[in-house]
């Protein structure tokens, strides 16, 4: 016994998740992504903060090409876009991270209680998410923001009202937006959670905990929840971005954040409608754009890298 | 495999049957009528509006307070079983007229039909979407395998960076700019519209763009697994030539994640068409359909969305035959 010990190779005293770290960090991809999202994070929450207050202002210096005042140019009503780019960045990347968080908490509890009843209950609620996968989301996200809109308007200022707290109203739109595109991404967490809950369950702390009378729940958030916390974390990093496009399309349609607020889609929006024959305000395109992919490259860079550290698909 | 058939068709009705009751639903519980934006609609015209769409269900309030009288109900739970018997007046309505192959007028382009509308517009946005579909399924199939065969050299490499910017660049970011690089810059496609072949390539690629890299993606890490099956190697023992073994032998097994992502993609294309159809500026059922969320266009919207769920549902079940046809191993049940 003792030699079979003595055989076990030094490197093995790391644990799993010190392995999936040093994996992660010998990857220049996804060190560079995590660079590129901290620098942007910082930005949202700092360059709209220093930046004059008077570049938030509508002014006569209406589109005005990049130059050593506006960086970024100015858009239609002579604002600085340099500011907005990154007022945007606040809106898009809370939108992308509250919505994706929505989302985690639906699918990983679908997932636990899915695959640890299994069975017909299992069944009945995967073919419930085939049916989400089949149906256009986004259609039904835009059928639910439109409906709820005015009754959720209500409900916030009421709140408002009653908390005392001001200048709540406008965030309104901002919150059903988080609400309702966490309801729909949560299908593919929903998935994986489940086939993961599937492979550990019959492990034996499980039957052990099973047999010393514990009751589902603490199982299942004692036991299951823990060895299923990586593979949330993956695809939480990999649903920010789609949250993020999701909400970007919408204020695209007109349909996202209101117009006195910025998103990276509202930006776009505005700029896609500068490129025609008669004018060519490429900046209004061009530096919204890079702003929005390089965040979601980034984001995909880190999830596809996570995914590969700790070894997610292939351990299944 | 009709039994089979059968049963799906069954659950296709159902699934229908759902989508339709669920549209009805989210249009009666948003709060205001389709006329709520008119100014002062005098209370005898509104009247007349809602029964000329059939959006009151008069006679079923009527049966619902009589009954509720005769029965000694105080006023107020009258008055709510009036409400509950004028809503499910409409629904069953509503259904019927679904059942005849009647999606009603639009409440807000005078005097057309939905039917007439989707007759104009549906034929664009599936010409577009069936070209993105095919451009998709094609390029991403190969462009996968390409990367596969050349695993861990720049042309893999290469070919998954593009794939992840493709995915990470939404339509209405590529959109504009290609308008302005080969558009406006180069003149070589028109800017936008409708009518002619060049009018179709562009949009059908920015629509198609993150979906051939997300098949290309998918493609590559399968057919890397199959390749390292015990049956190819056993293929290639006993001889058979290189291509034969990635056509007759990988590519069948290889090929089934992109099949099941077909139907996805089918729901996935026709989102992403109203967002291409406003960049070019095509006539297509996308703009009707924002439309007709934002003007409270009742049945034109309830139209589109039977309509959209129609077609994926469909596509859902082409997938799931086809499936069968590639792996006879895979059994057809549910």
């Known amino acids: ?316 | 495999m009709i039994a089979f058939l059968f049963r799906r068709l069954i659950a296709l009705v159902a699934v229908l049957f759902g989508v339709a009751t669920l549209t009805f639903l989210l249009i009666r519980m948003a709060p205001g009528s389709p006329f709520s934006t008119e100014r002062n609609l005098p209370p005898a015209i509104e009247k007349a509006l809602l029964e000329k769409y059939g959006l009151d269900g008069d006679s079923g309030r009527k049966a619902a307070v009589e009954i509720t009288t005769q029965w000694g109900w105080n006023e107020e739970w009258t008055k709510r079983a009036g409400e509950v018997g004028s809503f499910f007046e409409q629904y069953t309505d509503y259904l019927s007229d679904l059942l005849k192959g009647d999606l009603r007028l639009s409440t807000k382009y005078r005097n057309r039909s939905v039917k007439e509308i989707l007759a104009q517009t549906l034929p664009v946005s599936m010409t577009l979407g069936l070209t993105a579909f095919v451009i998709a399924t094609v390029l991403g199939v190969s462009l996968g395998c390409v990367a596969a065969l050349r695993h861990h050299t720049w042309v893999d490499h290469t070919a998954m960076i593009t794939a992840l910017l493709a995915i990470s660049l939404p339509a209405f970011v590529t959109g504009p700019i290609l308008v302005y690089v080969i558009c406006l810059q180069w003149n070589l496609l028109p800017v936008g519209g409708w009518g002619t072949p060049a009018h179709l390539v562009l949009p059908a690629l920015v629509l198609a763009a993150p979906f051939v890299a997300y098949i290309a993606r998918l493609m590559r890490s399968s057919l890397l697994e199959t390749l390292n099956q015990d049956f190819i190697r056993t293929a290639r023992a006993k001889g058979v030539s290189e291509p034969s073994v990635l056509v007759r032998h990988a590519l069948k097994v290889a090929i089934l994640p992109v099949v099941s992502f077909l139907g996805p993609l089918a729901a996935n294309l026709l989102t992403g068409s109203v967002i291409v159809e406003s960049i070019f500026q095509i006539p297509g059922a996308g703009g009707f359909f924002v439309n007709s969320i934002l003007n409270r266009d009742s049945f034109l919207l309830g139209g589109v969305v039977i309509i959209y769920c129609t077609l994926v549902v469909i596509m859902n079940l082409l997938v799931d035959i086809s499936y069968t046809l590639l792996d006879r191993r895979i059994k057809l049940d549910g």
């Not at chain 1, 919505?99 to 419930?128: H, N, P, Q």
């Not at chain 1, 835009?142 to 709820?148: A, P, V, W």
């Not at chain 1, 200048?167 to 595109?181: E, T």
């Not at chain 1, 409608?273 to 860079?301: D, E, G, K, R, Y």
């Open chain 1, 1 to 316: 016994m003792a030699e079979a010990v003595a055989t076990i190779p030094v490197g093995s005293g790391i644990s799993p998740s010190q392995r999936a770290l040093r994996h992660l960090a010998s990857n220049p991809a996804t060190v560079i992504a995590f660079c590129i999202l901290v620098v942007m994070a910082l930005s949202a929450i700092i360059i709209p903060a220093v930046t004059p207050k008077e570049w938030a202002s509508t002014s006569s210096a209406v589109l005005e090409a990049p130059s050593a005042t506006h960086w970024f140019g100015t858009d239609v009503l002579g604002r600085d876009l340099f500011r907005r780019v990154f007022v945007g960045a606040r809106v898009s990347l809370l939108v992308g991270l509250a919505g994706a968080v929505v989302s985690l908490f639906i699918g990983t509890a679908y997932g636990l209680i899915s695959g640890y009843f299994g069975g017909k209950i299992d069944a009945a609620m995967m073919r419930f998410v085939d049916l989400f996968y089949a149906i256009p989301r986004l259609i039904l996200v835009l059928f639910f923001i439109n409906t709820f809109d005015d009754t959720f308007r209500n409900a916030v200022a009421s709140f408002a009202a009653w908390s005392d707290i001001d200048g709540l109203v406008p965030y309104s739109r901002i919150l059903l937006l988080v609400i309702s595109l966490g309801l729909i991404e949560w299908l593919t967490m929903a998935r994986v959670v489940r086939g993961q809950v599937l492979a550990i369950k019959s492990q034996q702390y499980v039957t052990a905990a099973a047999a010393l009378g514990q009751s589902h729940t603490k199982i299942i958030l004692r036991h299951l929840l823990p060895n299923v916390a990586g593979v949330v974390v993956v695809y939480l990093t990999l649903t920010i971005p789609a949250v993020i496009l999701d909400e970007s399309f919408l204020s695209f349609l007109g349909l996202g954040v209101e117009a006195s607020q910025a998103s990276w889609g509202t930006l776009l929006k505005d700029g896609a409608q500068s490129i025609n024959p008669i004018q060519n305000q490429w900046w209004l395109v061009v530096f919204p754009a890079i702003a929005m992919s390089l965040t979601l490259l980034a984001l995909n860079f880190l999830g596809d890298g996570l995914r590969d550290a700790l070894d997610v698909r292939g351990k299944r």
